[in-house]
């Protein structure tokens, strides 16, 4: 090929990708509704405006300045804890106060996603989501207390594509995209030496690959959330096996079920400390317009069905969705506790803990990152919100604000807040992907905060109590008429 035919073929494809650039960024719908009206236990639904091209407001990446912070909630401090970090996302600290991250990106599709594939990767890389992934397990040390880690070491670079992270007894959990996997481990090691076993394996890649884990608070179960390739489904529900659900997975007997379903991106889990529950984050469903559907923060029992693809909030059907709908599935879905707004991107979450020094006013609840929107005009997300919760263990009110400014005036956004944990002093930690940085939040006199009380209730009476035989209570005539096979 000519050197002027290829430098044609180059100038056809920027103006292509110019003119789809145009096109994507011209169209779309508008938010009628503000966020905090889809935010709560009783959020406005508004009524779905299918779109056939999805809105795209994507803001741009532009870092942080040197010196320039994340506004703190009022009471509350932040600085950098650490940065210079390749796309960091999942957190999780060690009994030891270690911090372990996970630097990643999303693994490289085998097909390149065709040309639906080309422009998914247009869009997230102007979102700055693209990329090489780093593959990396790194440990944040601050073994002199001034609030950064001064120690940043590489445990390990060999993952594929790695977010959740759990550790228990000399064994470190961790999640490929497509394989759970456990290492030998032993707390203050600065490198993992021995070969992981694979536990189980999970769906691989797709539109939604991140894998986050959580033990059970016995440490004999682990819980694995894997999302869905697609939106509503459109690709077939063959391609979701294994998908848009919430596993677990027994490691006193090496096996594992489906613990809840019917959710389309899980991301967050943690143990509700008021209720014992284990809740998540989800991201829900696009292309119904700027308003619909609100992201969520629900408790998940075992068995719980929340009705993706079919329909979303326990009883809003989606007419789009192509595949057979099961039988009775609204009679047994769950509607979320609590919205955290549409299209906001709500993925860490951590619940109040013993020791946590933000002050009483964030003493019960909940702490959820919003990575942002996409695809909603105005944009949403970019923060971190707390959720307060009664001392039963039910989500109130509205969330409140913890860290922001994430997003600039102008559109373009200095970082993308990811996942969050507690440090080992009691701070708050603030995984910033795009930024590479990891923020700490605290507030700076506040006592270390106290255990948090389980509730307990008492069990309800029988409305009826029965005495005796509880075949007396019933006539020999009614037994037969109930019975009829005689036995």
Do not use: C
């Amino acid at each position: 090929m000519s050197t002027r035919r290829k430098i044609l073929i180059a100038l056809l494809v920027i103006v292509l990708a110019l003119g789809l650039a145009l096109f994507f960024l011209t169209r779309g719908n508008t938010a009628a509704l503000s966020v905090d009206e889809v935010t709560g236990t009783d959020p406005t639904l508004a009524e779905p405006q299918g779109e056939a091209v999805p809105t795209v407001r994507i803001a741009e990446p532009v870092g942080w300045e040197d010196g320039e912070l994340p506004t703190a909630a009022d009471g509350l401090v932040v600085n950098r804890f650490a940065e210079g970090l390749d796309h960091p996302r999942v957190l999780h600290r060690l009994p030891n106060g270690d911090v372990l991250v996970t630097l990643t990106r999303a693994p490289k599709s085998e097909d390149g996603g065709g040309i639906t594939g080309w422009i998914a990767d247009l869009l997230m890389g102007w979102a700055g989501a693209t990329g090489d992934s780093a593959n990396e397990l790194v440990l944040l040390r601050d073994a002199d207390g001034d609030g950064t880690a001064e120690v940043k070491q590489v445990l390990t670079d060999a993952l594929d594509s790695p977010s959740g992270i759990a550790w228990r007894e000399g064994t470190l959990y961790i999640a490929n995209h497509d394989a759970l996997l456990a290492f030998p481990y032993e707390l203050g090691t600065m490198e993992l030496t021995g070969e992981p076993r694979k536990l189980m394996d999970l769906a691989p890649g797709g539109g939604h690959w991140m894998r986050n884990i959580e033990l059970s608070p016995d440490g004999t179960r682990i819980y694995v959330a894997v999302g869905s390739v697609s939106n509503i489904g459109e690709q077939g529900m063959e391609v979701e096996e294994g998908r848009a659900m919430i596993w677990e997975y027994n490691l006193e007997t090496n096996s594992q079920r489906p613990f809840a379903v019917g959710l389309r991106n899980p991301n967050g889990l943690d143990w509700n400390p008021m209720s014992g529950e284990l809740w998540t984050t989800v991201n829900e469903r696009d292309m119904l317009g700027s308003d619909l559907v609100p992201d969520y923060l629900t408790n998940v029992p075992v068995g719980a069905q929340y009705g993706w693809p079919w329909v979303y909030w326990k009883d809003n059907f989606d007419d789009r969705v192509d595949a057979p709908m099961p039988n009775f599935l609204t009679e047994y879905t769950r509607r979320p506790e609590y919205a955290m707004g549409p299209h906001v991107a709500a993925l860490g979450l951590v619940f109040s803990a013993e020791g946590n020094r933000m002050g009483p006013a964030f003493g019960r609840g909940a702490f959820i990152a919003r990575h942002g929107s996409w695809n909603r005009k105005p944009p949403s997300g970019y923060d971190v919100v707390y959720v307060p919760f009664d001392e039963r263990g039910n989500p109130l009110g509205k969330p409140i604000p913890v860290l922001t400014d994430f997003l600039k005036d102008n559109g373009d956004t200095r970082g993308r807040p990811t996942w969050v944990e507690w440090g080992g002093d009691g701070s708050l930690l603030v995984t910033d992907d795009t930024a590479g940085i990891v923020w700490r939040v605290q507030a700076p006199d506040a006592e270390p905060a106290p255990a948090i009380a389980r509730f307990e209730s008492e069990s309800l009476r029988p409305r009826t109590e029965l005495r005796g035989d509880p075949r007396a209570s019933f006539s020999e005539d009614f037994a037969r008429e109930n019975n009829p096979l005689g036995n």
